[in-house]
């Protein structure tokens, strides 16, 4: 007798290693540098969009820990929609990230596009981001798998929970498991934001992994108007943890400007989330 679809489907996601296998098992802990993630801390990683300039980058670090964020990311690949809009200082972003990260002692978290950049990204990065872009890139996400670093994956423009855990399975059956989860809004048919935060996932994800669960307002609304009471909703829905955008003169942003906080905004986020942590049993420094 042909076993049922739903029965396969159950049997088969038990054996998956990023599965929460009881009730009871606690959020697997990532660590990055001196950062705990998935413990009682709730991490903050905040920075520019794309690194513009050592000046950029250096003004916004320092800010951004004197606030209280524990990680600092900064692009220096960027996946654009058009090919013709600022992509990134490549190598010479690399160079300022790692100066900034040797000044101020601050993990840092930047994305790697491509399986060939592993090595030169990985000299700098304490913790390798997986754009939603590249969510289903089973070559890249097979490679990241063979290395140490920990990953932080975003959700696919578009991709089901259970896609999502496919892709972070793919890390994982390499012998990698510093995975964390990050949310970052999904395409629907609404415009008024760039996409749409799907707040319901972070508990989701909480039952079906045992893995940690961030969530990025800024990619999610588009709107820095929006990030501030997003990001509190996420908090206490259970993420452990944000990424926030943050720019001197978002203005002048050459990339997602409009979703990014200047510094006095991201100040008062700040001041509004500790609070909210404190209510759900998380500190923030």
Not at 240 to 253: K, N, S, T, Y
Request: a neutral charge.
């Amino acid at each position: 007798m042909k076993t049922p679809s739903y029965i396969r489907k159950k049997e088969s996601a038990m054996k998956l290693i990023a599965r929460r296998k009881e009730e009871q098992q606690e959020t697997t802990t990532v660590r990055v540098g001196d950062v705990i993630i998935g413990g009682p801390q709730l991490v903050v990683i905040a920075g520019p969009c794309a690194i513009e300039s050592y000046d950029q980058l250096l003004s916004t670090a320092l800010e951004v820990q004197r606030l209280g964020a524990t990680m600092l990311r900064g692009g220096a690949y960027k996946p654009r929609t058009s090919p013709y809009s600022f992509r990134g200082k490549g190598v010479g972003g690399l160079e300022m990230l790692a100066q900034i990260k040797a000044l101020t002692g601050l993990p840092v978290v930047t994305e790697v596009m491509d399986a060939r950049d592993i090595e030169r990204v990985g000299l700098v990065a304490d913790m390798f981001q997986i754009g939603s872009r590249n969510m289903q890139n089973y070559t890249l996400l097979t490679e990241i798998g063979k290395t140490k670093h920990p990953v932080f994956l975003k959700r696919g423009l578009a991709s089901t929970l259970e896609e999502w855990i496919y892709a972070a399975e793919y890390i994982m059956a390499e012998g990698n498991d510093q995975v964390v989860l990050c949310e970052r809004g999904i395409r629907t048919f609404e415009t008024y934001t760039r996409n749409t935060v799907d707040i319901t996932a972070i508990p989701a994800l909480k039952e079906l992994t045992h893995l940690p669960v961030f969530l990025d307002p800024s990619h999610g609304t588009g709107k820095w108007s929006l990030v501030n009471p997003v990001g509190l909703a996420g908090v206490a829905a259970g993420a452990d943890g944000l990424m926030i955008e943050v720019h001197p003169q978002p203005e002048l942003a050459l990339s997602d400007g409009d979703q990014s906080l200047n510094f006095k905004h991201f100040a008062e986020f700040m001041d509004r989330l500790r609070p909210v942590a404190k209510a759900v049993g998380r500190e923030v420094l």
